[in-house]
């Protein structure tokens, strides 16, 4: 008898196989999602809702994630998917930052429930509406299915989204990843007491003030991050910049909802084209606006989304703040990020003289222990491996797509977007945008 054969179990391999060739949208092992709304979240920005099948809640809502934490039901604020498009015979994949928190009804939903199904502000309505009506599980309203699905706003514009937000029929079915990400409470400066237990978010209990800084369609990431951060007791500050006509939009609804439930949320809605709505005199954030915030910059830690423009304002803006006992205002910070924020050369340009010696001066060894390899470096940890003839998985090179992202055992690294230095510890890294200071063990 073969080793490991056990005929009395049906193996999923199996039933996964024959499913798939019953209906697409089967399976047990692969996380699928099934298009099934479109909504209007301002002038550029669209939510998209789906469906997930079977293979999706099961890992999302009943399994640990990769840093071994077992998922508060289903994902973290700020977390993001990949979806993977197949166009012109080609397959294309992207991250989209989810909406809100997992079974947890959005805001919009509630408004449907006080509409008329024949009301045509719905932009649902208004989009494909025939092939809605084709498949049964579109027939639900919105309240009903807003628990049990995924929801992603994007622009649209370029292939991807663009296909996505206007072409693609209601019912068609995406391979998906599972929720990931780093731009969550629970990985922020607040909890990395946290990263040795199993459950992080609960520790973030003391009310430390936050805020939240946006641009354009960075935005998405942080209403999951704002009502997770206001149900945990945080002081919330949104900083969001707009070039739109009107802030009149669903948007707007949620979050003059959240300041009305909570006393301890303010928000800022600076159209960069309306002097009127500029913070401290100015369209752009400088030290100024971070100065008329009021806040406790010493205890205050940020969370920025957008443009490289708006994230570089940002971190020369910190730089000018002091802050006593020698502490640095962007060690305060946590990005994400749609581009590179600058040029490889400019980004040394944030590392002081003494750290950028340490870099380009003396190469450090990397090891990788999954391959019992190593190398040495002085520059990017990808760019050293390819230099010495090794390939790790990588995608954009700019810190910004996470396919290098892999997990370092020890050695301490300095991001050279940010000029975060690492702990000497075990964390997740990116190996495009992190240089070594020290040597370094990763686990590939």
Known sequence: MTTGYRPELI????????????HPFWSLTVPKLRLIARHALSDDLIALQFEPNYAFKQQAFSSNNSSGHRLNKGWHGGQHINVSVLLDGFYHQRNYSLVGLAQQSLW????????SNGNKDNFNNSLDEDSF??????????AQIGTSTVTIAIKPQGLVSDYLSKRAALGTIFNSSLPSGEFTLAHSVLAQQASQISEPLPLISVSVPLLFIASGS???????????????????TLLHYNRTTSYKSPLQDQWQQLANRYSTFIYHLINTGDPSTYLAGSRHLNVKTLIALKLPLMDTQIFACGSPALLASLYRACDEIDLPHGKQLRDHITIESFSAIESLDCMFSTIDKADKEAVTSEAKTIYLRGRQRQYNSS??????????GIRLSHGC???????????????????????????????SIQTCINVPMTDVVLDI
Request: overall charge positive; charged content about 25%.
């Open 218 to 236: 960075g935005i998405t990431p942080m209403l999951g991050l704002i009502t997770q951060a206001l149900q945990n007791g945080h002081p919330v």
């Open 108 to 115: 919009w939903h509630e408004d449907s429930d006080k509409k």
């Open 133 to 142: 009506h084709k498949n049964s599980f579109d027939k639900k309203p919105l």
């Open 397 to 427: 090179r700019q810190g910004i797509c996470q396919l290098c992202r892999c997990n370092k055992i020890s050695g301490r690294v300095k991001n050279i977007q940010t000029g975060k230095i690492s702990h000497d510890g075990y964390e």
């Open 379 to 388: 520059t990017t940890l990808l760019l050293g491996a390819e230099s010495a």
């Open 11 to 22: 193996q999923r391999a199996f039933v996964d196989f024959i499913s798939r060739r019953l």
